[in-house]
């Protein structure tokens, strides 16, 4: 399934607070730098597949840092949550 870029979402300042918990829940060893280590065991929680979770990756690591900053982890959010509102619409238009 092909994931569409989306730009950071205009109400970000509204939740910033809670992107900001959710990074830092993930980011298991605070060194503020959501790893692949990280994304594995945090997006397991999106039951996506293993291609789509490389593809929100390779989408929000675009300078191949092997890393994600906050805002690349926004990003990275915002990707996953723009998957599961296409499928929940497809499954709801059926």
């Not at 950071?8 to 980011?27: L, S």
């Not at 945090?42 to 989408?59: G, H, T």
């Not at 300078?63 to 926004?74: H, P």
Request: proline share 2%.
């Amino acid at each position: 399934m092909e994931i569409i870029t989306v730009p950071i979402d205009p109400c970000f300042k509204e939740h910033q607070t809670v992107y900001q918990e959710w990074f830092n829940y993930a980011d298991s060893d605070g060194d503020d730098r959501f790893t692949v280590n990280d994304a594995t065991k945090f997006f397991a929680f999106s039951n996506l597949s293993r291609e789509d979770l490389k593809q929100v990756w390779a989408i929000s690591d675009s300078k191949r840092q092997g890393y994600l900053g906050f805002n690349e982890f926004v990003i990275a959010m915002q990707e996953v949550l723009t998957h599961h509102n296409q499928v929940s619409g497809f499954l709801q238009s059926q």
